[in-house]
C-alpha cells in the first residue's frame, strides 16, 4: 500500500487483489465509488494525486483519469484547479445506473434485462398512449433501421439507441432531449450533471457557451447543499475548464451566464426601489440569489483577468414556461397558465395583487443571444444586465388569460396561500427596468395577452398540443 507524505491525504485501501478487468477505470471506479459512499472517505476530504492513485492500484495514469470522469459524473468527486480533487460534500441522489463490475456472468445479464423490461414497459406504455402519427411513423422508421443494420452484418447498436430514444420521446420522457435537437447535426447531446462535461472544456475549443443550468429558488431553499454543489461548485468549474483552456493557448471563450432578478431583495441597510435597475444594489434574500449574485462577481472577476469574455444577463421569471411545473418558489406564475389552457386547476399560492416582473421564454432567449453577440462596447461593463421585463401583477395575468381564452378557463385558477412561497415572494423586486438592454434593442412585451397568444402559438406547433390546450375555448 502506498503511504501518503506527512499531512497529506490518505490514500484509498488497495485490497487484496489486482485489478483484472479489460475494463480497468470501471472496477477503479467502482472500488472508489464504494469507498466514498462506506464513509471511507468523506467529505470535503482530498484524494491522493493522479499519480499516487495509480501507483497503489497497479494502474496506469490513464485509468485513473477515466475512472475520475465516471466519479465526477455521479456527482462523488469535484475538481478545484490548482488544489486536486476532492469528496463531494452532502449526499448525492445517484442516477440509475448499473454497475460494470458485476455483469460478469449470464445471470447478471438477465438481472438486468429484467429491470429493463419492467421500466422500459412502462415507457411503452406511455408511448402507446400519447404518440402522435408521426411520432408512431418515426418509432417505425427506427424499427426497419435496426433490420437493416443486421441485414448488412452490422449490430445495429446505434440504431437501437435511435428507436429508444423515438419511444422516450412518444412518452412525453422530460429526460430526453427534444427530438428535434437530436435530428440537428449540429447538436450533440451531453446529459448528466455539469461536473461531468466541463472537463472536456479544458481540451476542446468552444467559441460560446451558455450557462443555463442551476438548481432553482425551492430548492436551494430546502436543500442548502444541493444549491452550493449544484450551482457553485459547478460554475467555478465551469469558469476554471475555460480558464484551463485559454491558458493553454486556446482562443478566450465567449461565456453568456443566466444570473436572476432574484438577487435583488430588501435590506434594511438597502431598501428595495419600486423597480430594479441594472445599477441597483443587490442584495439578495435566498440562497438561490446569493449564489447568483456570486457566480455574477465570478464571471466579471474571469473576464477582468483575460480568461474568458464573459457576459452575465439577469433573467426576469420565465412565463410561461412548457413542460411540468419545476421546483422554483416563482413556478407558479407559469403554473396559474398552463395548467388552465390545458384544462386543469392550478392554485395560485400568493394574493392577486402580489407585482413580479416577467418574461415569455422567446423574448428571454432574445435577450441571451443579444448578449451574446453585443460587442464588448455595446454590452457596456463587466456587470450583469437585467433583461427586459413586463412588469405585472398575479390579476393581470389572469385577465390576460381571460381574454385569450374566456372566462371558464380563468375560473381554473383559485387562490390559496401558502406560507412558504409567500414568505420567498416579499422578498421579490415588484418591477424592473432594463436600460442597458435597451440599448441592444430588446423590449419587453406591451402586455400578458401577448405572452399568453405566443404560448398557445408555441403549442400548436408542436404533436402535444391537444394535450397541452384541451382548456382552451
Same mark, same amino acid.
Given at each position: 500500500?502506498?503511504?501518503?507524505?506527512? *499531512?497529506?491525504?490518505?490514500?484509498?485501501?488497495?485490497?487484496?487483489?489486482? @485489478?483484472?478487468?479489460?475494463? =480497468?477505470?470501471?472496477?477503479?471506479?467502482?472500488?472508489?465509488? !464504494?469507498?466514498?459512499?462506506?464513509?471511507?472517505?468523506?467529505?470535503?476530504?482530498?484524494?491522493?494525486?493522479?499519480?499516487?492513485?495509480?501507483?497503489? *492500484?497497479?494502474?496506469?495514469?490513464?485509468?485513473?483519469?477515466?475512472?475520475?470522469?465516471?466519479?465526477?459524473?455521479?456527482?462523488?468527486?469535484?475538481?478545484?484547479?490548482?488544489?486536486?480533487?476532492?469528496?463531494?460534500?452532502?449526499?448525492?441522489?445517484?442516477?440509475?445506473?448499473?454497475?460494470?463490475?458485476?455483469?460478469?456472468?449470464?445471470?447478471? @445479464?438477465? *438481472?438486468?434485462?429484467?429491470?429493463?423490461?419492467?421500466?422500459?414497459?412502462?415507457?411503452?406504455? @406511455?408511448?402507446?398512449?400519447?404518440?402522435?402519427?408521426?411520432?408512431?411513423?418515426?418509432?417505425?422508421?427506427? =424499427?426497419?433501421?435496426? #433490420?437493416?443494420?443486421?441485414?448488412?452484418?452490422?449490430?445495429?447498436?446505434?440504431?437501437?439507441?435511435?428507436?429508444?430514444?423515438?419511444?422516450?420521446?412518444?412518452? #412525453?420522457? /422530460?429526460?430526453?432531449?427534444?427530438?428535434?435537437?437530436?435530428?440537428?447535426?449540429?447538436?450533440?447531446?451531453?446529459?448528466?450533471?455539469?461536473?461531468?462535461?466541463?472537463?472536456?472544456?479544458?481540451?476542446?475549443?468552444?467559441?460560446?457557451?451558455? *450557462?443555463?443550468?442551476?438548481?432553482?429558488?425551492?430548492?436551494?431553499?430546502?436543500?442548502?447543499?444541493?444549491?452550493?454543489?449544484?450551482? @457553485?461548485?459547478?460554475?467555478?468549474?465551469?469558469? #476554471?475548464?475555460?480558464?484551463?483552456?485559454? &491558458?493553454?493557448?486556446?482562443?478566450?471563450?465567449?461565456?453568456?451566464?443566466?444570473?436572476?432578478? !432574484?438577487?435583488?431583495?430588501?435590506?434594511?441597510?438597502? /431598501?428595495?426601489?419600486?423597480?430594479?435597475?441594472?445599477?441597483?444594489?443587490?442584495?439578495?434574500?435566498?440562497?438561490?440569489?446569493?449564489?447568483?449574485? +456570486?457566480?455574477?462577481?465570478?464571471?466579471?472577476?474571469?473576464?477582468?483577468?483575460?480568461?474568458?469574455?464573459?457576459?452575465?444577463?439577469?433573467?426576469?421569471?420565465?412565463?410561461?414556461?412548457?413542460?411540468?411545473?419545476?421546483?422554483?418558489?416563482?413556478?407558479?406564475?407559469?403554473?396559474?397558465?398552463?395548467? /388552465? $389552457?390545458?384544462?386543469?386547476?392550478?392554485?395560485?399560492?400568493?394574493?392577486?395583487?402580489? &407585482?413580479?416582473?416577467?418574461?415569455?421564454?422567446?423574448?428571454?432567449?432574445?435577450?441571451? +443571444?443579444?448578449?451574446?453577440?453585443?460587442?464588448?462596447?455595446?454590452?457596456?461593463?463587466?456587470?450583469?444586465?437585467?433583461? /427586459?421585463?413586463?412588469?405585472?401583477?398575479?390579476?393581470?395575468?389572469?385577465?390576460?388569460?381571460?381574454?385569450?381564452?374566456?372566462?371558464?378557463?380563468?375560473? $381554473?385558477?383559485?387562490?390559496?396561500?401558502?406560507?412558504? +412561497?409567500?414568505? +420567498?415572494?416579499?422578498?421579490?423586486?415588484?418591477?424592473?427596468?432594463?436600460?442597458?438592454?435597451?440599448? =441592444?434593442?430588446?423590449?419587453?412585451?406591451?402586455?400578458? !395577452?401577448?405572452?399568453?397568444?405566443?404560448?398557445?402559438?408555441?403549442?400548436?406547433?408542436?404533436?402535444?398540443?391537444?394535450?397541452?390546450?384541451?382548456?382552451?375555448?
Amino acid at each position: 500500500m502506498l503511504r501518503s507524505p506527512p *499531512h497529506g491525504p490518505k490514500p484509498p485501501l488497495t485490497g487484496d487483489t489486482p @485489478l483484472v478487468t479489460e475494463r =480497468l477505470s470501471d472496477r477503479l471506479a467502482v472500488r472508489l465509488g !464504494a469507498q466514498i459512499e462506506s464513509g471511507a472517505l468523506g467529505p470535503g476530504e482530498r484524494l491522493p494525486t493522479e499519480q499516487q492513485l495509480a501507483s497503489a *492500484h497497479g494502474v496506469s495514469r490513464t485509468v485513473v483519469r477515466e475512472a475520475m470522469h465516471q466519479l465526477k459524473s455521479r456527482a462523488l468527486v469535484v475538481a478545484r484547479q490548482g488544489f486536486g480533487v476532492f469528496v463531494a460534500s452532502g449526499p448525492v441522489n445517484q442516477p440509475l445506473a448499473f454497475d460494470p463490475s458485476v455483469l460478469d456472468s449470464v445471470q447478471a @445479464l438477465v *438481472h438486468v434485462i429484467e429491470v429493463r423490461r419492467v421500466l422500459e414497459g412502462e415507457i411503452a406504455a @406511455l408511448a402507446a398512449e400519447r404518440a402522435s402519427r408521426a411520432q408512431i411513423a418515426e418509432m417505425r422508421r427506427s =424499427l426497419k433501421a435496426i #433490420d437493416a443494420a443486421v441485414a448488412q452484418g452490422r449490430g445495429g447498436v446505434a440504431e437501437d439507441l435511435a428507436f429508444h430514444r423515438a419511444i422516450g420521446d412518444s412518452a #412525453d420522457n /422530460p429526460q430526453s432531449p427534444p427530438p428535434d435537437l437530436l435530428a440537428d447535426p449540429r447538436v450533440e447531446p451531453r446529459i448528466g450533471t455539469l461536473l461531468w462535461p466541463t472537463d472536456a472544456l479544458r481540451t476542446e475549443a468552444f467559441e460560446g457557451v451558455f *450557462h443555463l443550468a442551476s438548481a432553482v429558488s425551492g430548492e436551494c431553499e430546502a436543500d442548502f447543499d444541493l444549491g452550493l454543489r449544484s450551482n @457553485l461548485d459547478s460554475t467555478r468549474a465551469l469558469l #476554471d475548464a475555460l480558464r484551463a483552456n485559454a &491558458s493553454a493557448g486556446g482562443k478566450r471563450t465567449r461565456l453568456v451566464f443566466s444570473s436572476s432578478v !432574484a438577487v435583488f431583495g430588501p435590506d434594511p441597510a438597502v /431598501p428595495l426601489p419600486k423597480l430594479v435597475g441594472d445599477a441597483t444594489l443587490a442584495a439578495p434574500q435566498t440562497s438561490y440569489g446569493t449564489q447568483k449574485l +456570486i457566480w455574477g462577481h465570478l464571471v466579471a472577476d474571469y473576464t477582468r483577468k483575460g480568461f474568458i469574455d464573459g457576459r452575465a444577463a439577469r433573467l426576469m421569471t420565465v412565463a410561461v414556461r412548457p413542460g411540468r411545473p419545476n421546483g422554483a418558489a416563482s413556478s407558479f406564475f407559469s403554473g396559474i397558465i398552463r395548467e /388552465p $389552457l390545458a384544462g386543469a386547476e392550478s392554485v395560485c399560492p400568493v394574493g392577486p395583487d402580489v &407585482s413580479h416582473p416577467v418574461s415569455s421564454p422567446s423574448h428571454t432567449v432574445d435577450g441571451l +443571444i443579444a448578449g451574446y453577440e453585443a460587442s464588448r462596447e455595446q454590452f457596456l461593463g463587466r456587470t450583469a444586465m437585467n433583461l /427586459p421585463a413586463l412588469n405585472v401583477r398575479v390579476r393581470d395575468m389572469l385577465d390576460g388569460l381571460e381574454q385569450v381564452a374566456g372566462p371558464a378557463t380563468r375560473k $381554473l385558477v383559485r387562490f390559496e396561500r401558502d406560507e412558504r +412561497i409567500a414568505g +420567498i415572494g416579499a422578498n421579490w423586486p415588484g418591477g424592473a427596468g432594463a436600460a442597458r438592454a435597451a440599448r =441592444l434593442r430588446l423590449q419587453p412585451h406591451e402586455n400578458f !395577452a401577448q405572452i399568453v397568444q405566443q404560448y398557445i402559438a408555441d403549442c400548436r406547433a408542436l404533436p402535444t398540443a391537444a394535450q397541452t390546450l384541451k382548456g382552451l375555448q
